[in-house]
């Protein structure tokens, strides 16, 4: 059974940091490209940042190149999303994606359950 379980989200004030973290199983962690989405109420869910399976390729979203830092520990079956500098524009649902490779090199796509992020004073 594929498991993305999400957990660091909640209410944070503007200027502060958190740090989301994906803890997945199920599948070969290792040889997964793994990416966070979000998406905010009344917008698109929009792909935050990403990475390739051994942490060195990574992309983010415009609005958070500087701020956010996505990594992997896969040692740790883990990927995680560090957070600096929030706004309220970053409140939204944060959900955490896998891209699976398997036995005959298809790649498969899971998704974890989401978590509140809230950028307010």
């Known amino acids: 059974q594929v498991q993305l379980v999400e957990s660091g989200g909640g209410l944070v004030q503007p200027g502060g940091s958190l740090r989301l973290s994906c803890a997945a199983s199920g599948f070969t962690f290792s040889s997964a490209a793994m990416s966070w989405y979000r998406q905010a109420p009344g917008k698109e869910r929009e792909l935050v940042a990403a990475t390739g399976s051994a942490g060195g390729s990574t992309n983010y979203a415009d609005s958070v190149k500087g701020r956010f830092t996505i990594s992997r520990d896969n040692a740790k079956n883990t990927v995680y999303l560090q957070m600096n500098s929030l706004k309220p524009e970053d409140t939204a649902v944060y959900v955490c994606?896998?891209?699976?490779?398997?036995?005959?090199?298809?790649?498969?796509?899971?998704w974890g359950q989401g978590t509140q992020v809230t950028v307010s004073s």
């Open positions: 994606k896998a891209g699976a490779v398997s036995f005959s090199g298809l790649r498969r796509y899971y």
